[in-house]
C-alpha cells in the first residue's frame, strides 16, 4: 500500500526557517513526481512546489519562489520541502503527493492537485511572534 508521512512542522517565528520531510512507504519515489501543497484555513488548497522523476524541473508557485526549495533523496525514499524566510501567510497545514513520472502541471494551482494519486495526512506550519 502506497503511503506518504510528513513531519517537521511546527511553530516559528517570522523570518525563520523549517524543513518538512515526507517518506514514503510501499513504493519506490524513483519513478514518482514529487509535490507539496498547502491549505491555510477557510482557504483552497495550493500547490506549492513540484518536480519530476528526472528532477530536471522544478516548479514553484510566485509566493514562495525564491524562498522554498524542494528536493529528494531517492535513497532514503524521502522528499523535502526546505522553507526559509517564513512569512505569517505561510501558516497553514502542508500535504505532500505524489503521481507517476512527472508533474501535473507547472501552475501549481488548487486544481492541479486532482492529478496527484497519494498523499501524505498533513504537517501544520504556523509563522507567528
Known amino acids: 500500500q502506497k503511503q506518504l508521512a510528513e513531519s517537521g512542522g511546527g511553530l516559528v517565528q517570522p523570518g525563520g526557517s523549517l524543513r518538512l520531510s515526507c517518506a514514503a512507504s510501499?513504493?519506490?519515489?524513483?519513478?514518482?513526481?514529487i509535490a507539496w501543497f498547502r491549505q491555510a484555513p477557510g482557504k483552497a488548497r495550493e500547490g506549492v512546489s513540484c518536480i519530476g522523476s528526472t528532477d530536471n524541473s522544478a516548479y514553484y508557485s510566485d509566493s514562495v519562489k525564491g524562498r522554498f526549495t524542494i528536493s529528494r533523496d531517492n535513497a532514503k525514499n524521502t522528499f523535502y520541502l526546505q522553507i526559509n524566510g517564513l512569512k505569517p501567510e505561510d501558516t497553514a497545514v502542508y500535504y505532500c503527493?505524489?503521481?507517476?513520472?512527472?508533474?501535473?502541471?507547472?501552475?501549481?494551482?488548487?486544481?492541479?492537485?486532482?492529478?496527484?494519486?497519494?498523499w501524505g495526512q498533513g504537517t501544520q506550519v504556523t509563522v507567528s511572534s
Open positions: 503527493a505524489v503521481r507517476p513520472w512527472y508533474c501535473y502541471s507547472s501552475k501549481l494551482d488548487s486544481a492541479s492537485a486532482a492529478g496527484y494519486d497519494t
Open positions: 510501499g513504493f519506490n519515489l524513483v519513478n514518482s513526481a
